[in-house]
């Protein structure tokens, strides 16, 4: 089936420091991927949804200024939290689907970040 | 997106067939419902999708009542490995689409045992 790959899987950067997080899909197109966040013993919540060759569309209450989300190609999106905050310490998670087709969404497997 | 409910958590022993039930009362016509399997630090992954009556593939059943108010998620003979929260979503079938997000509820914690 089609994967999807986050990278990396983990991380710690020091508060204040600025990091991002790669989301591919390796061998499908994917025009448009979401970004999740999930907090331990929570459900995944949904951030923004990262639209190729435009500007992401971000979910209530998430600030476009610090989560910023750049889609340049049809097999990358990325995730830069900038200035990151203990407060920021999540599992990030994104997820992408083959367009045009009947199949389900895939998610990658996550990338954990730790702000020390 | 219809707004889903389910077991917080649910225990069972290994080789015991276990039912997990989400209740969403607002379904829309063309909705359909899918079940996600999450693993501690990892994404999620597709278990099963449905539109009415039952669906069963090579790891699990889904059967949906003809008011399409509920849906039960089948996994025949669980072990210890399908330890992990399963996720129940509802929306158009154009998940499957390219662009339609997803929106998770609670999920259910389900714990197998020896």
Known sequence: GAVVSQHPSRVICKSGTSVKIECRSLDFQATTMFWYRQFPKQSLMLMATSNEGSKATYEQGVEKDKFLINHASLTLSTLTVTSAHPEDSSFYICSARPPDTNTEAFFGQGTRLTVV | ?114
Not at chain 2, 70 to 76: G, I, V
């Open chain 2, 1 to 114: 997106l219809a707004k889903t409910t389910q077991p917080i958590s649910m225990d069972s022993y290994e080789g015991q067939e276990v039912n997990i039930t989400c209740s969403h009362n607002n379904i829309a016509t063309n909705d359909y419902i899918t079940w996600y399997q999450q693993f501690p630090s990892q994404g999620p992954r597709f278990i099963i999708q449905g539109y009415k009556t039952k669906v069963t593939n090579e790891v699990a059943s889904l059967f949906i009542p003809a008011d399409r108010k509920s849906s039960t998620l089948s996994l025949p003979r669980v072990s210890l490995s399908d330890t992990a929260v399963y996720y129940c979503l509802v929306g158009g079938y154009i998940l499957t689409g390219g662009g339609n997000k997803l929106t998770f509820g609670t999920g259910t914690q389900l714990k197998v045992e020896l």
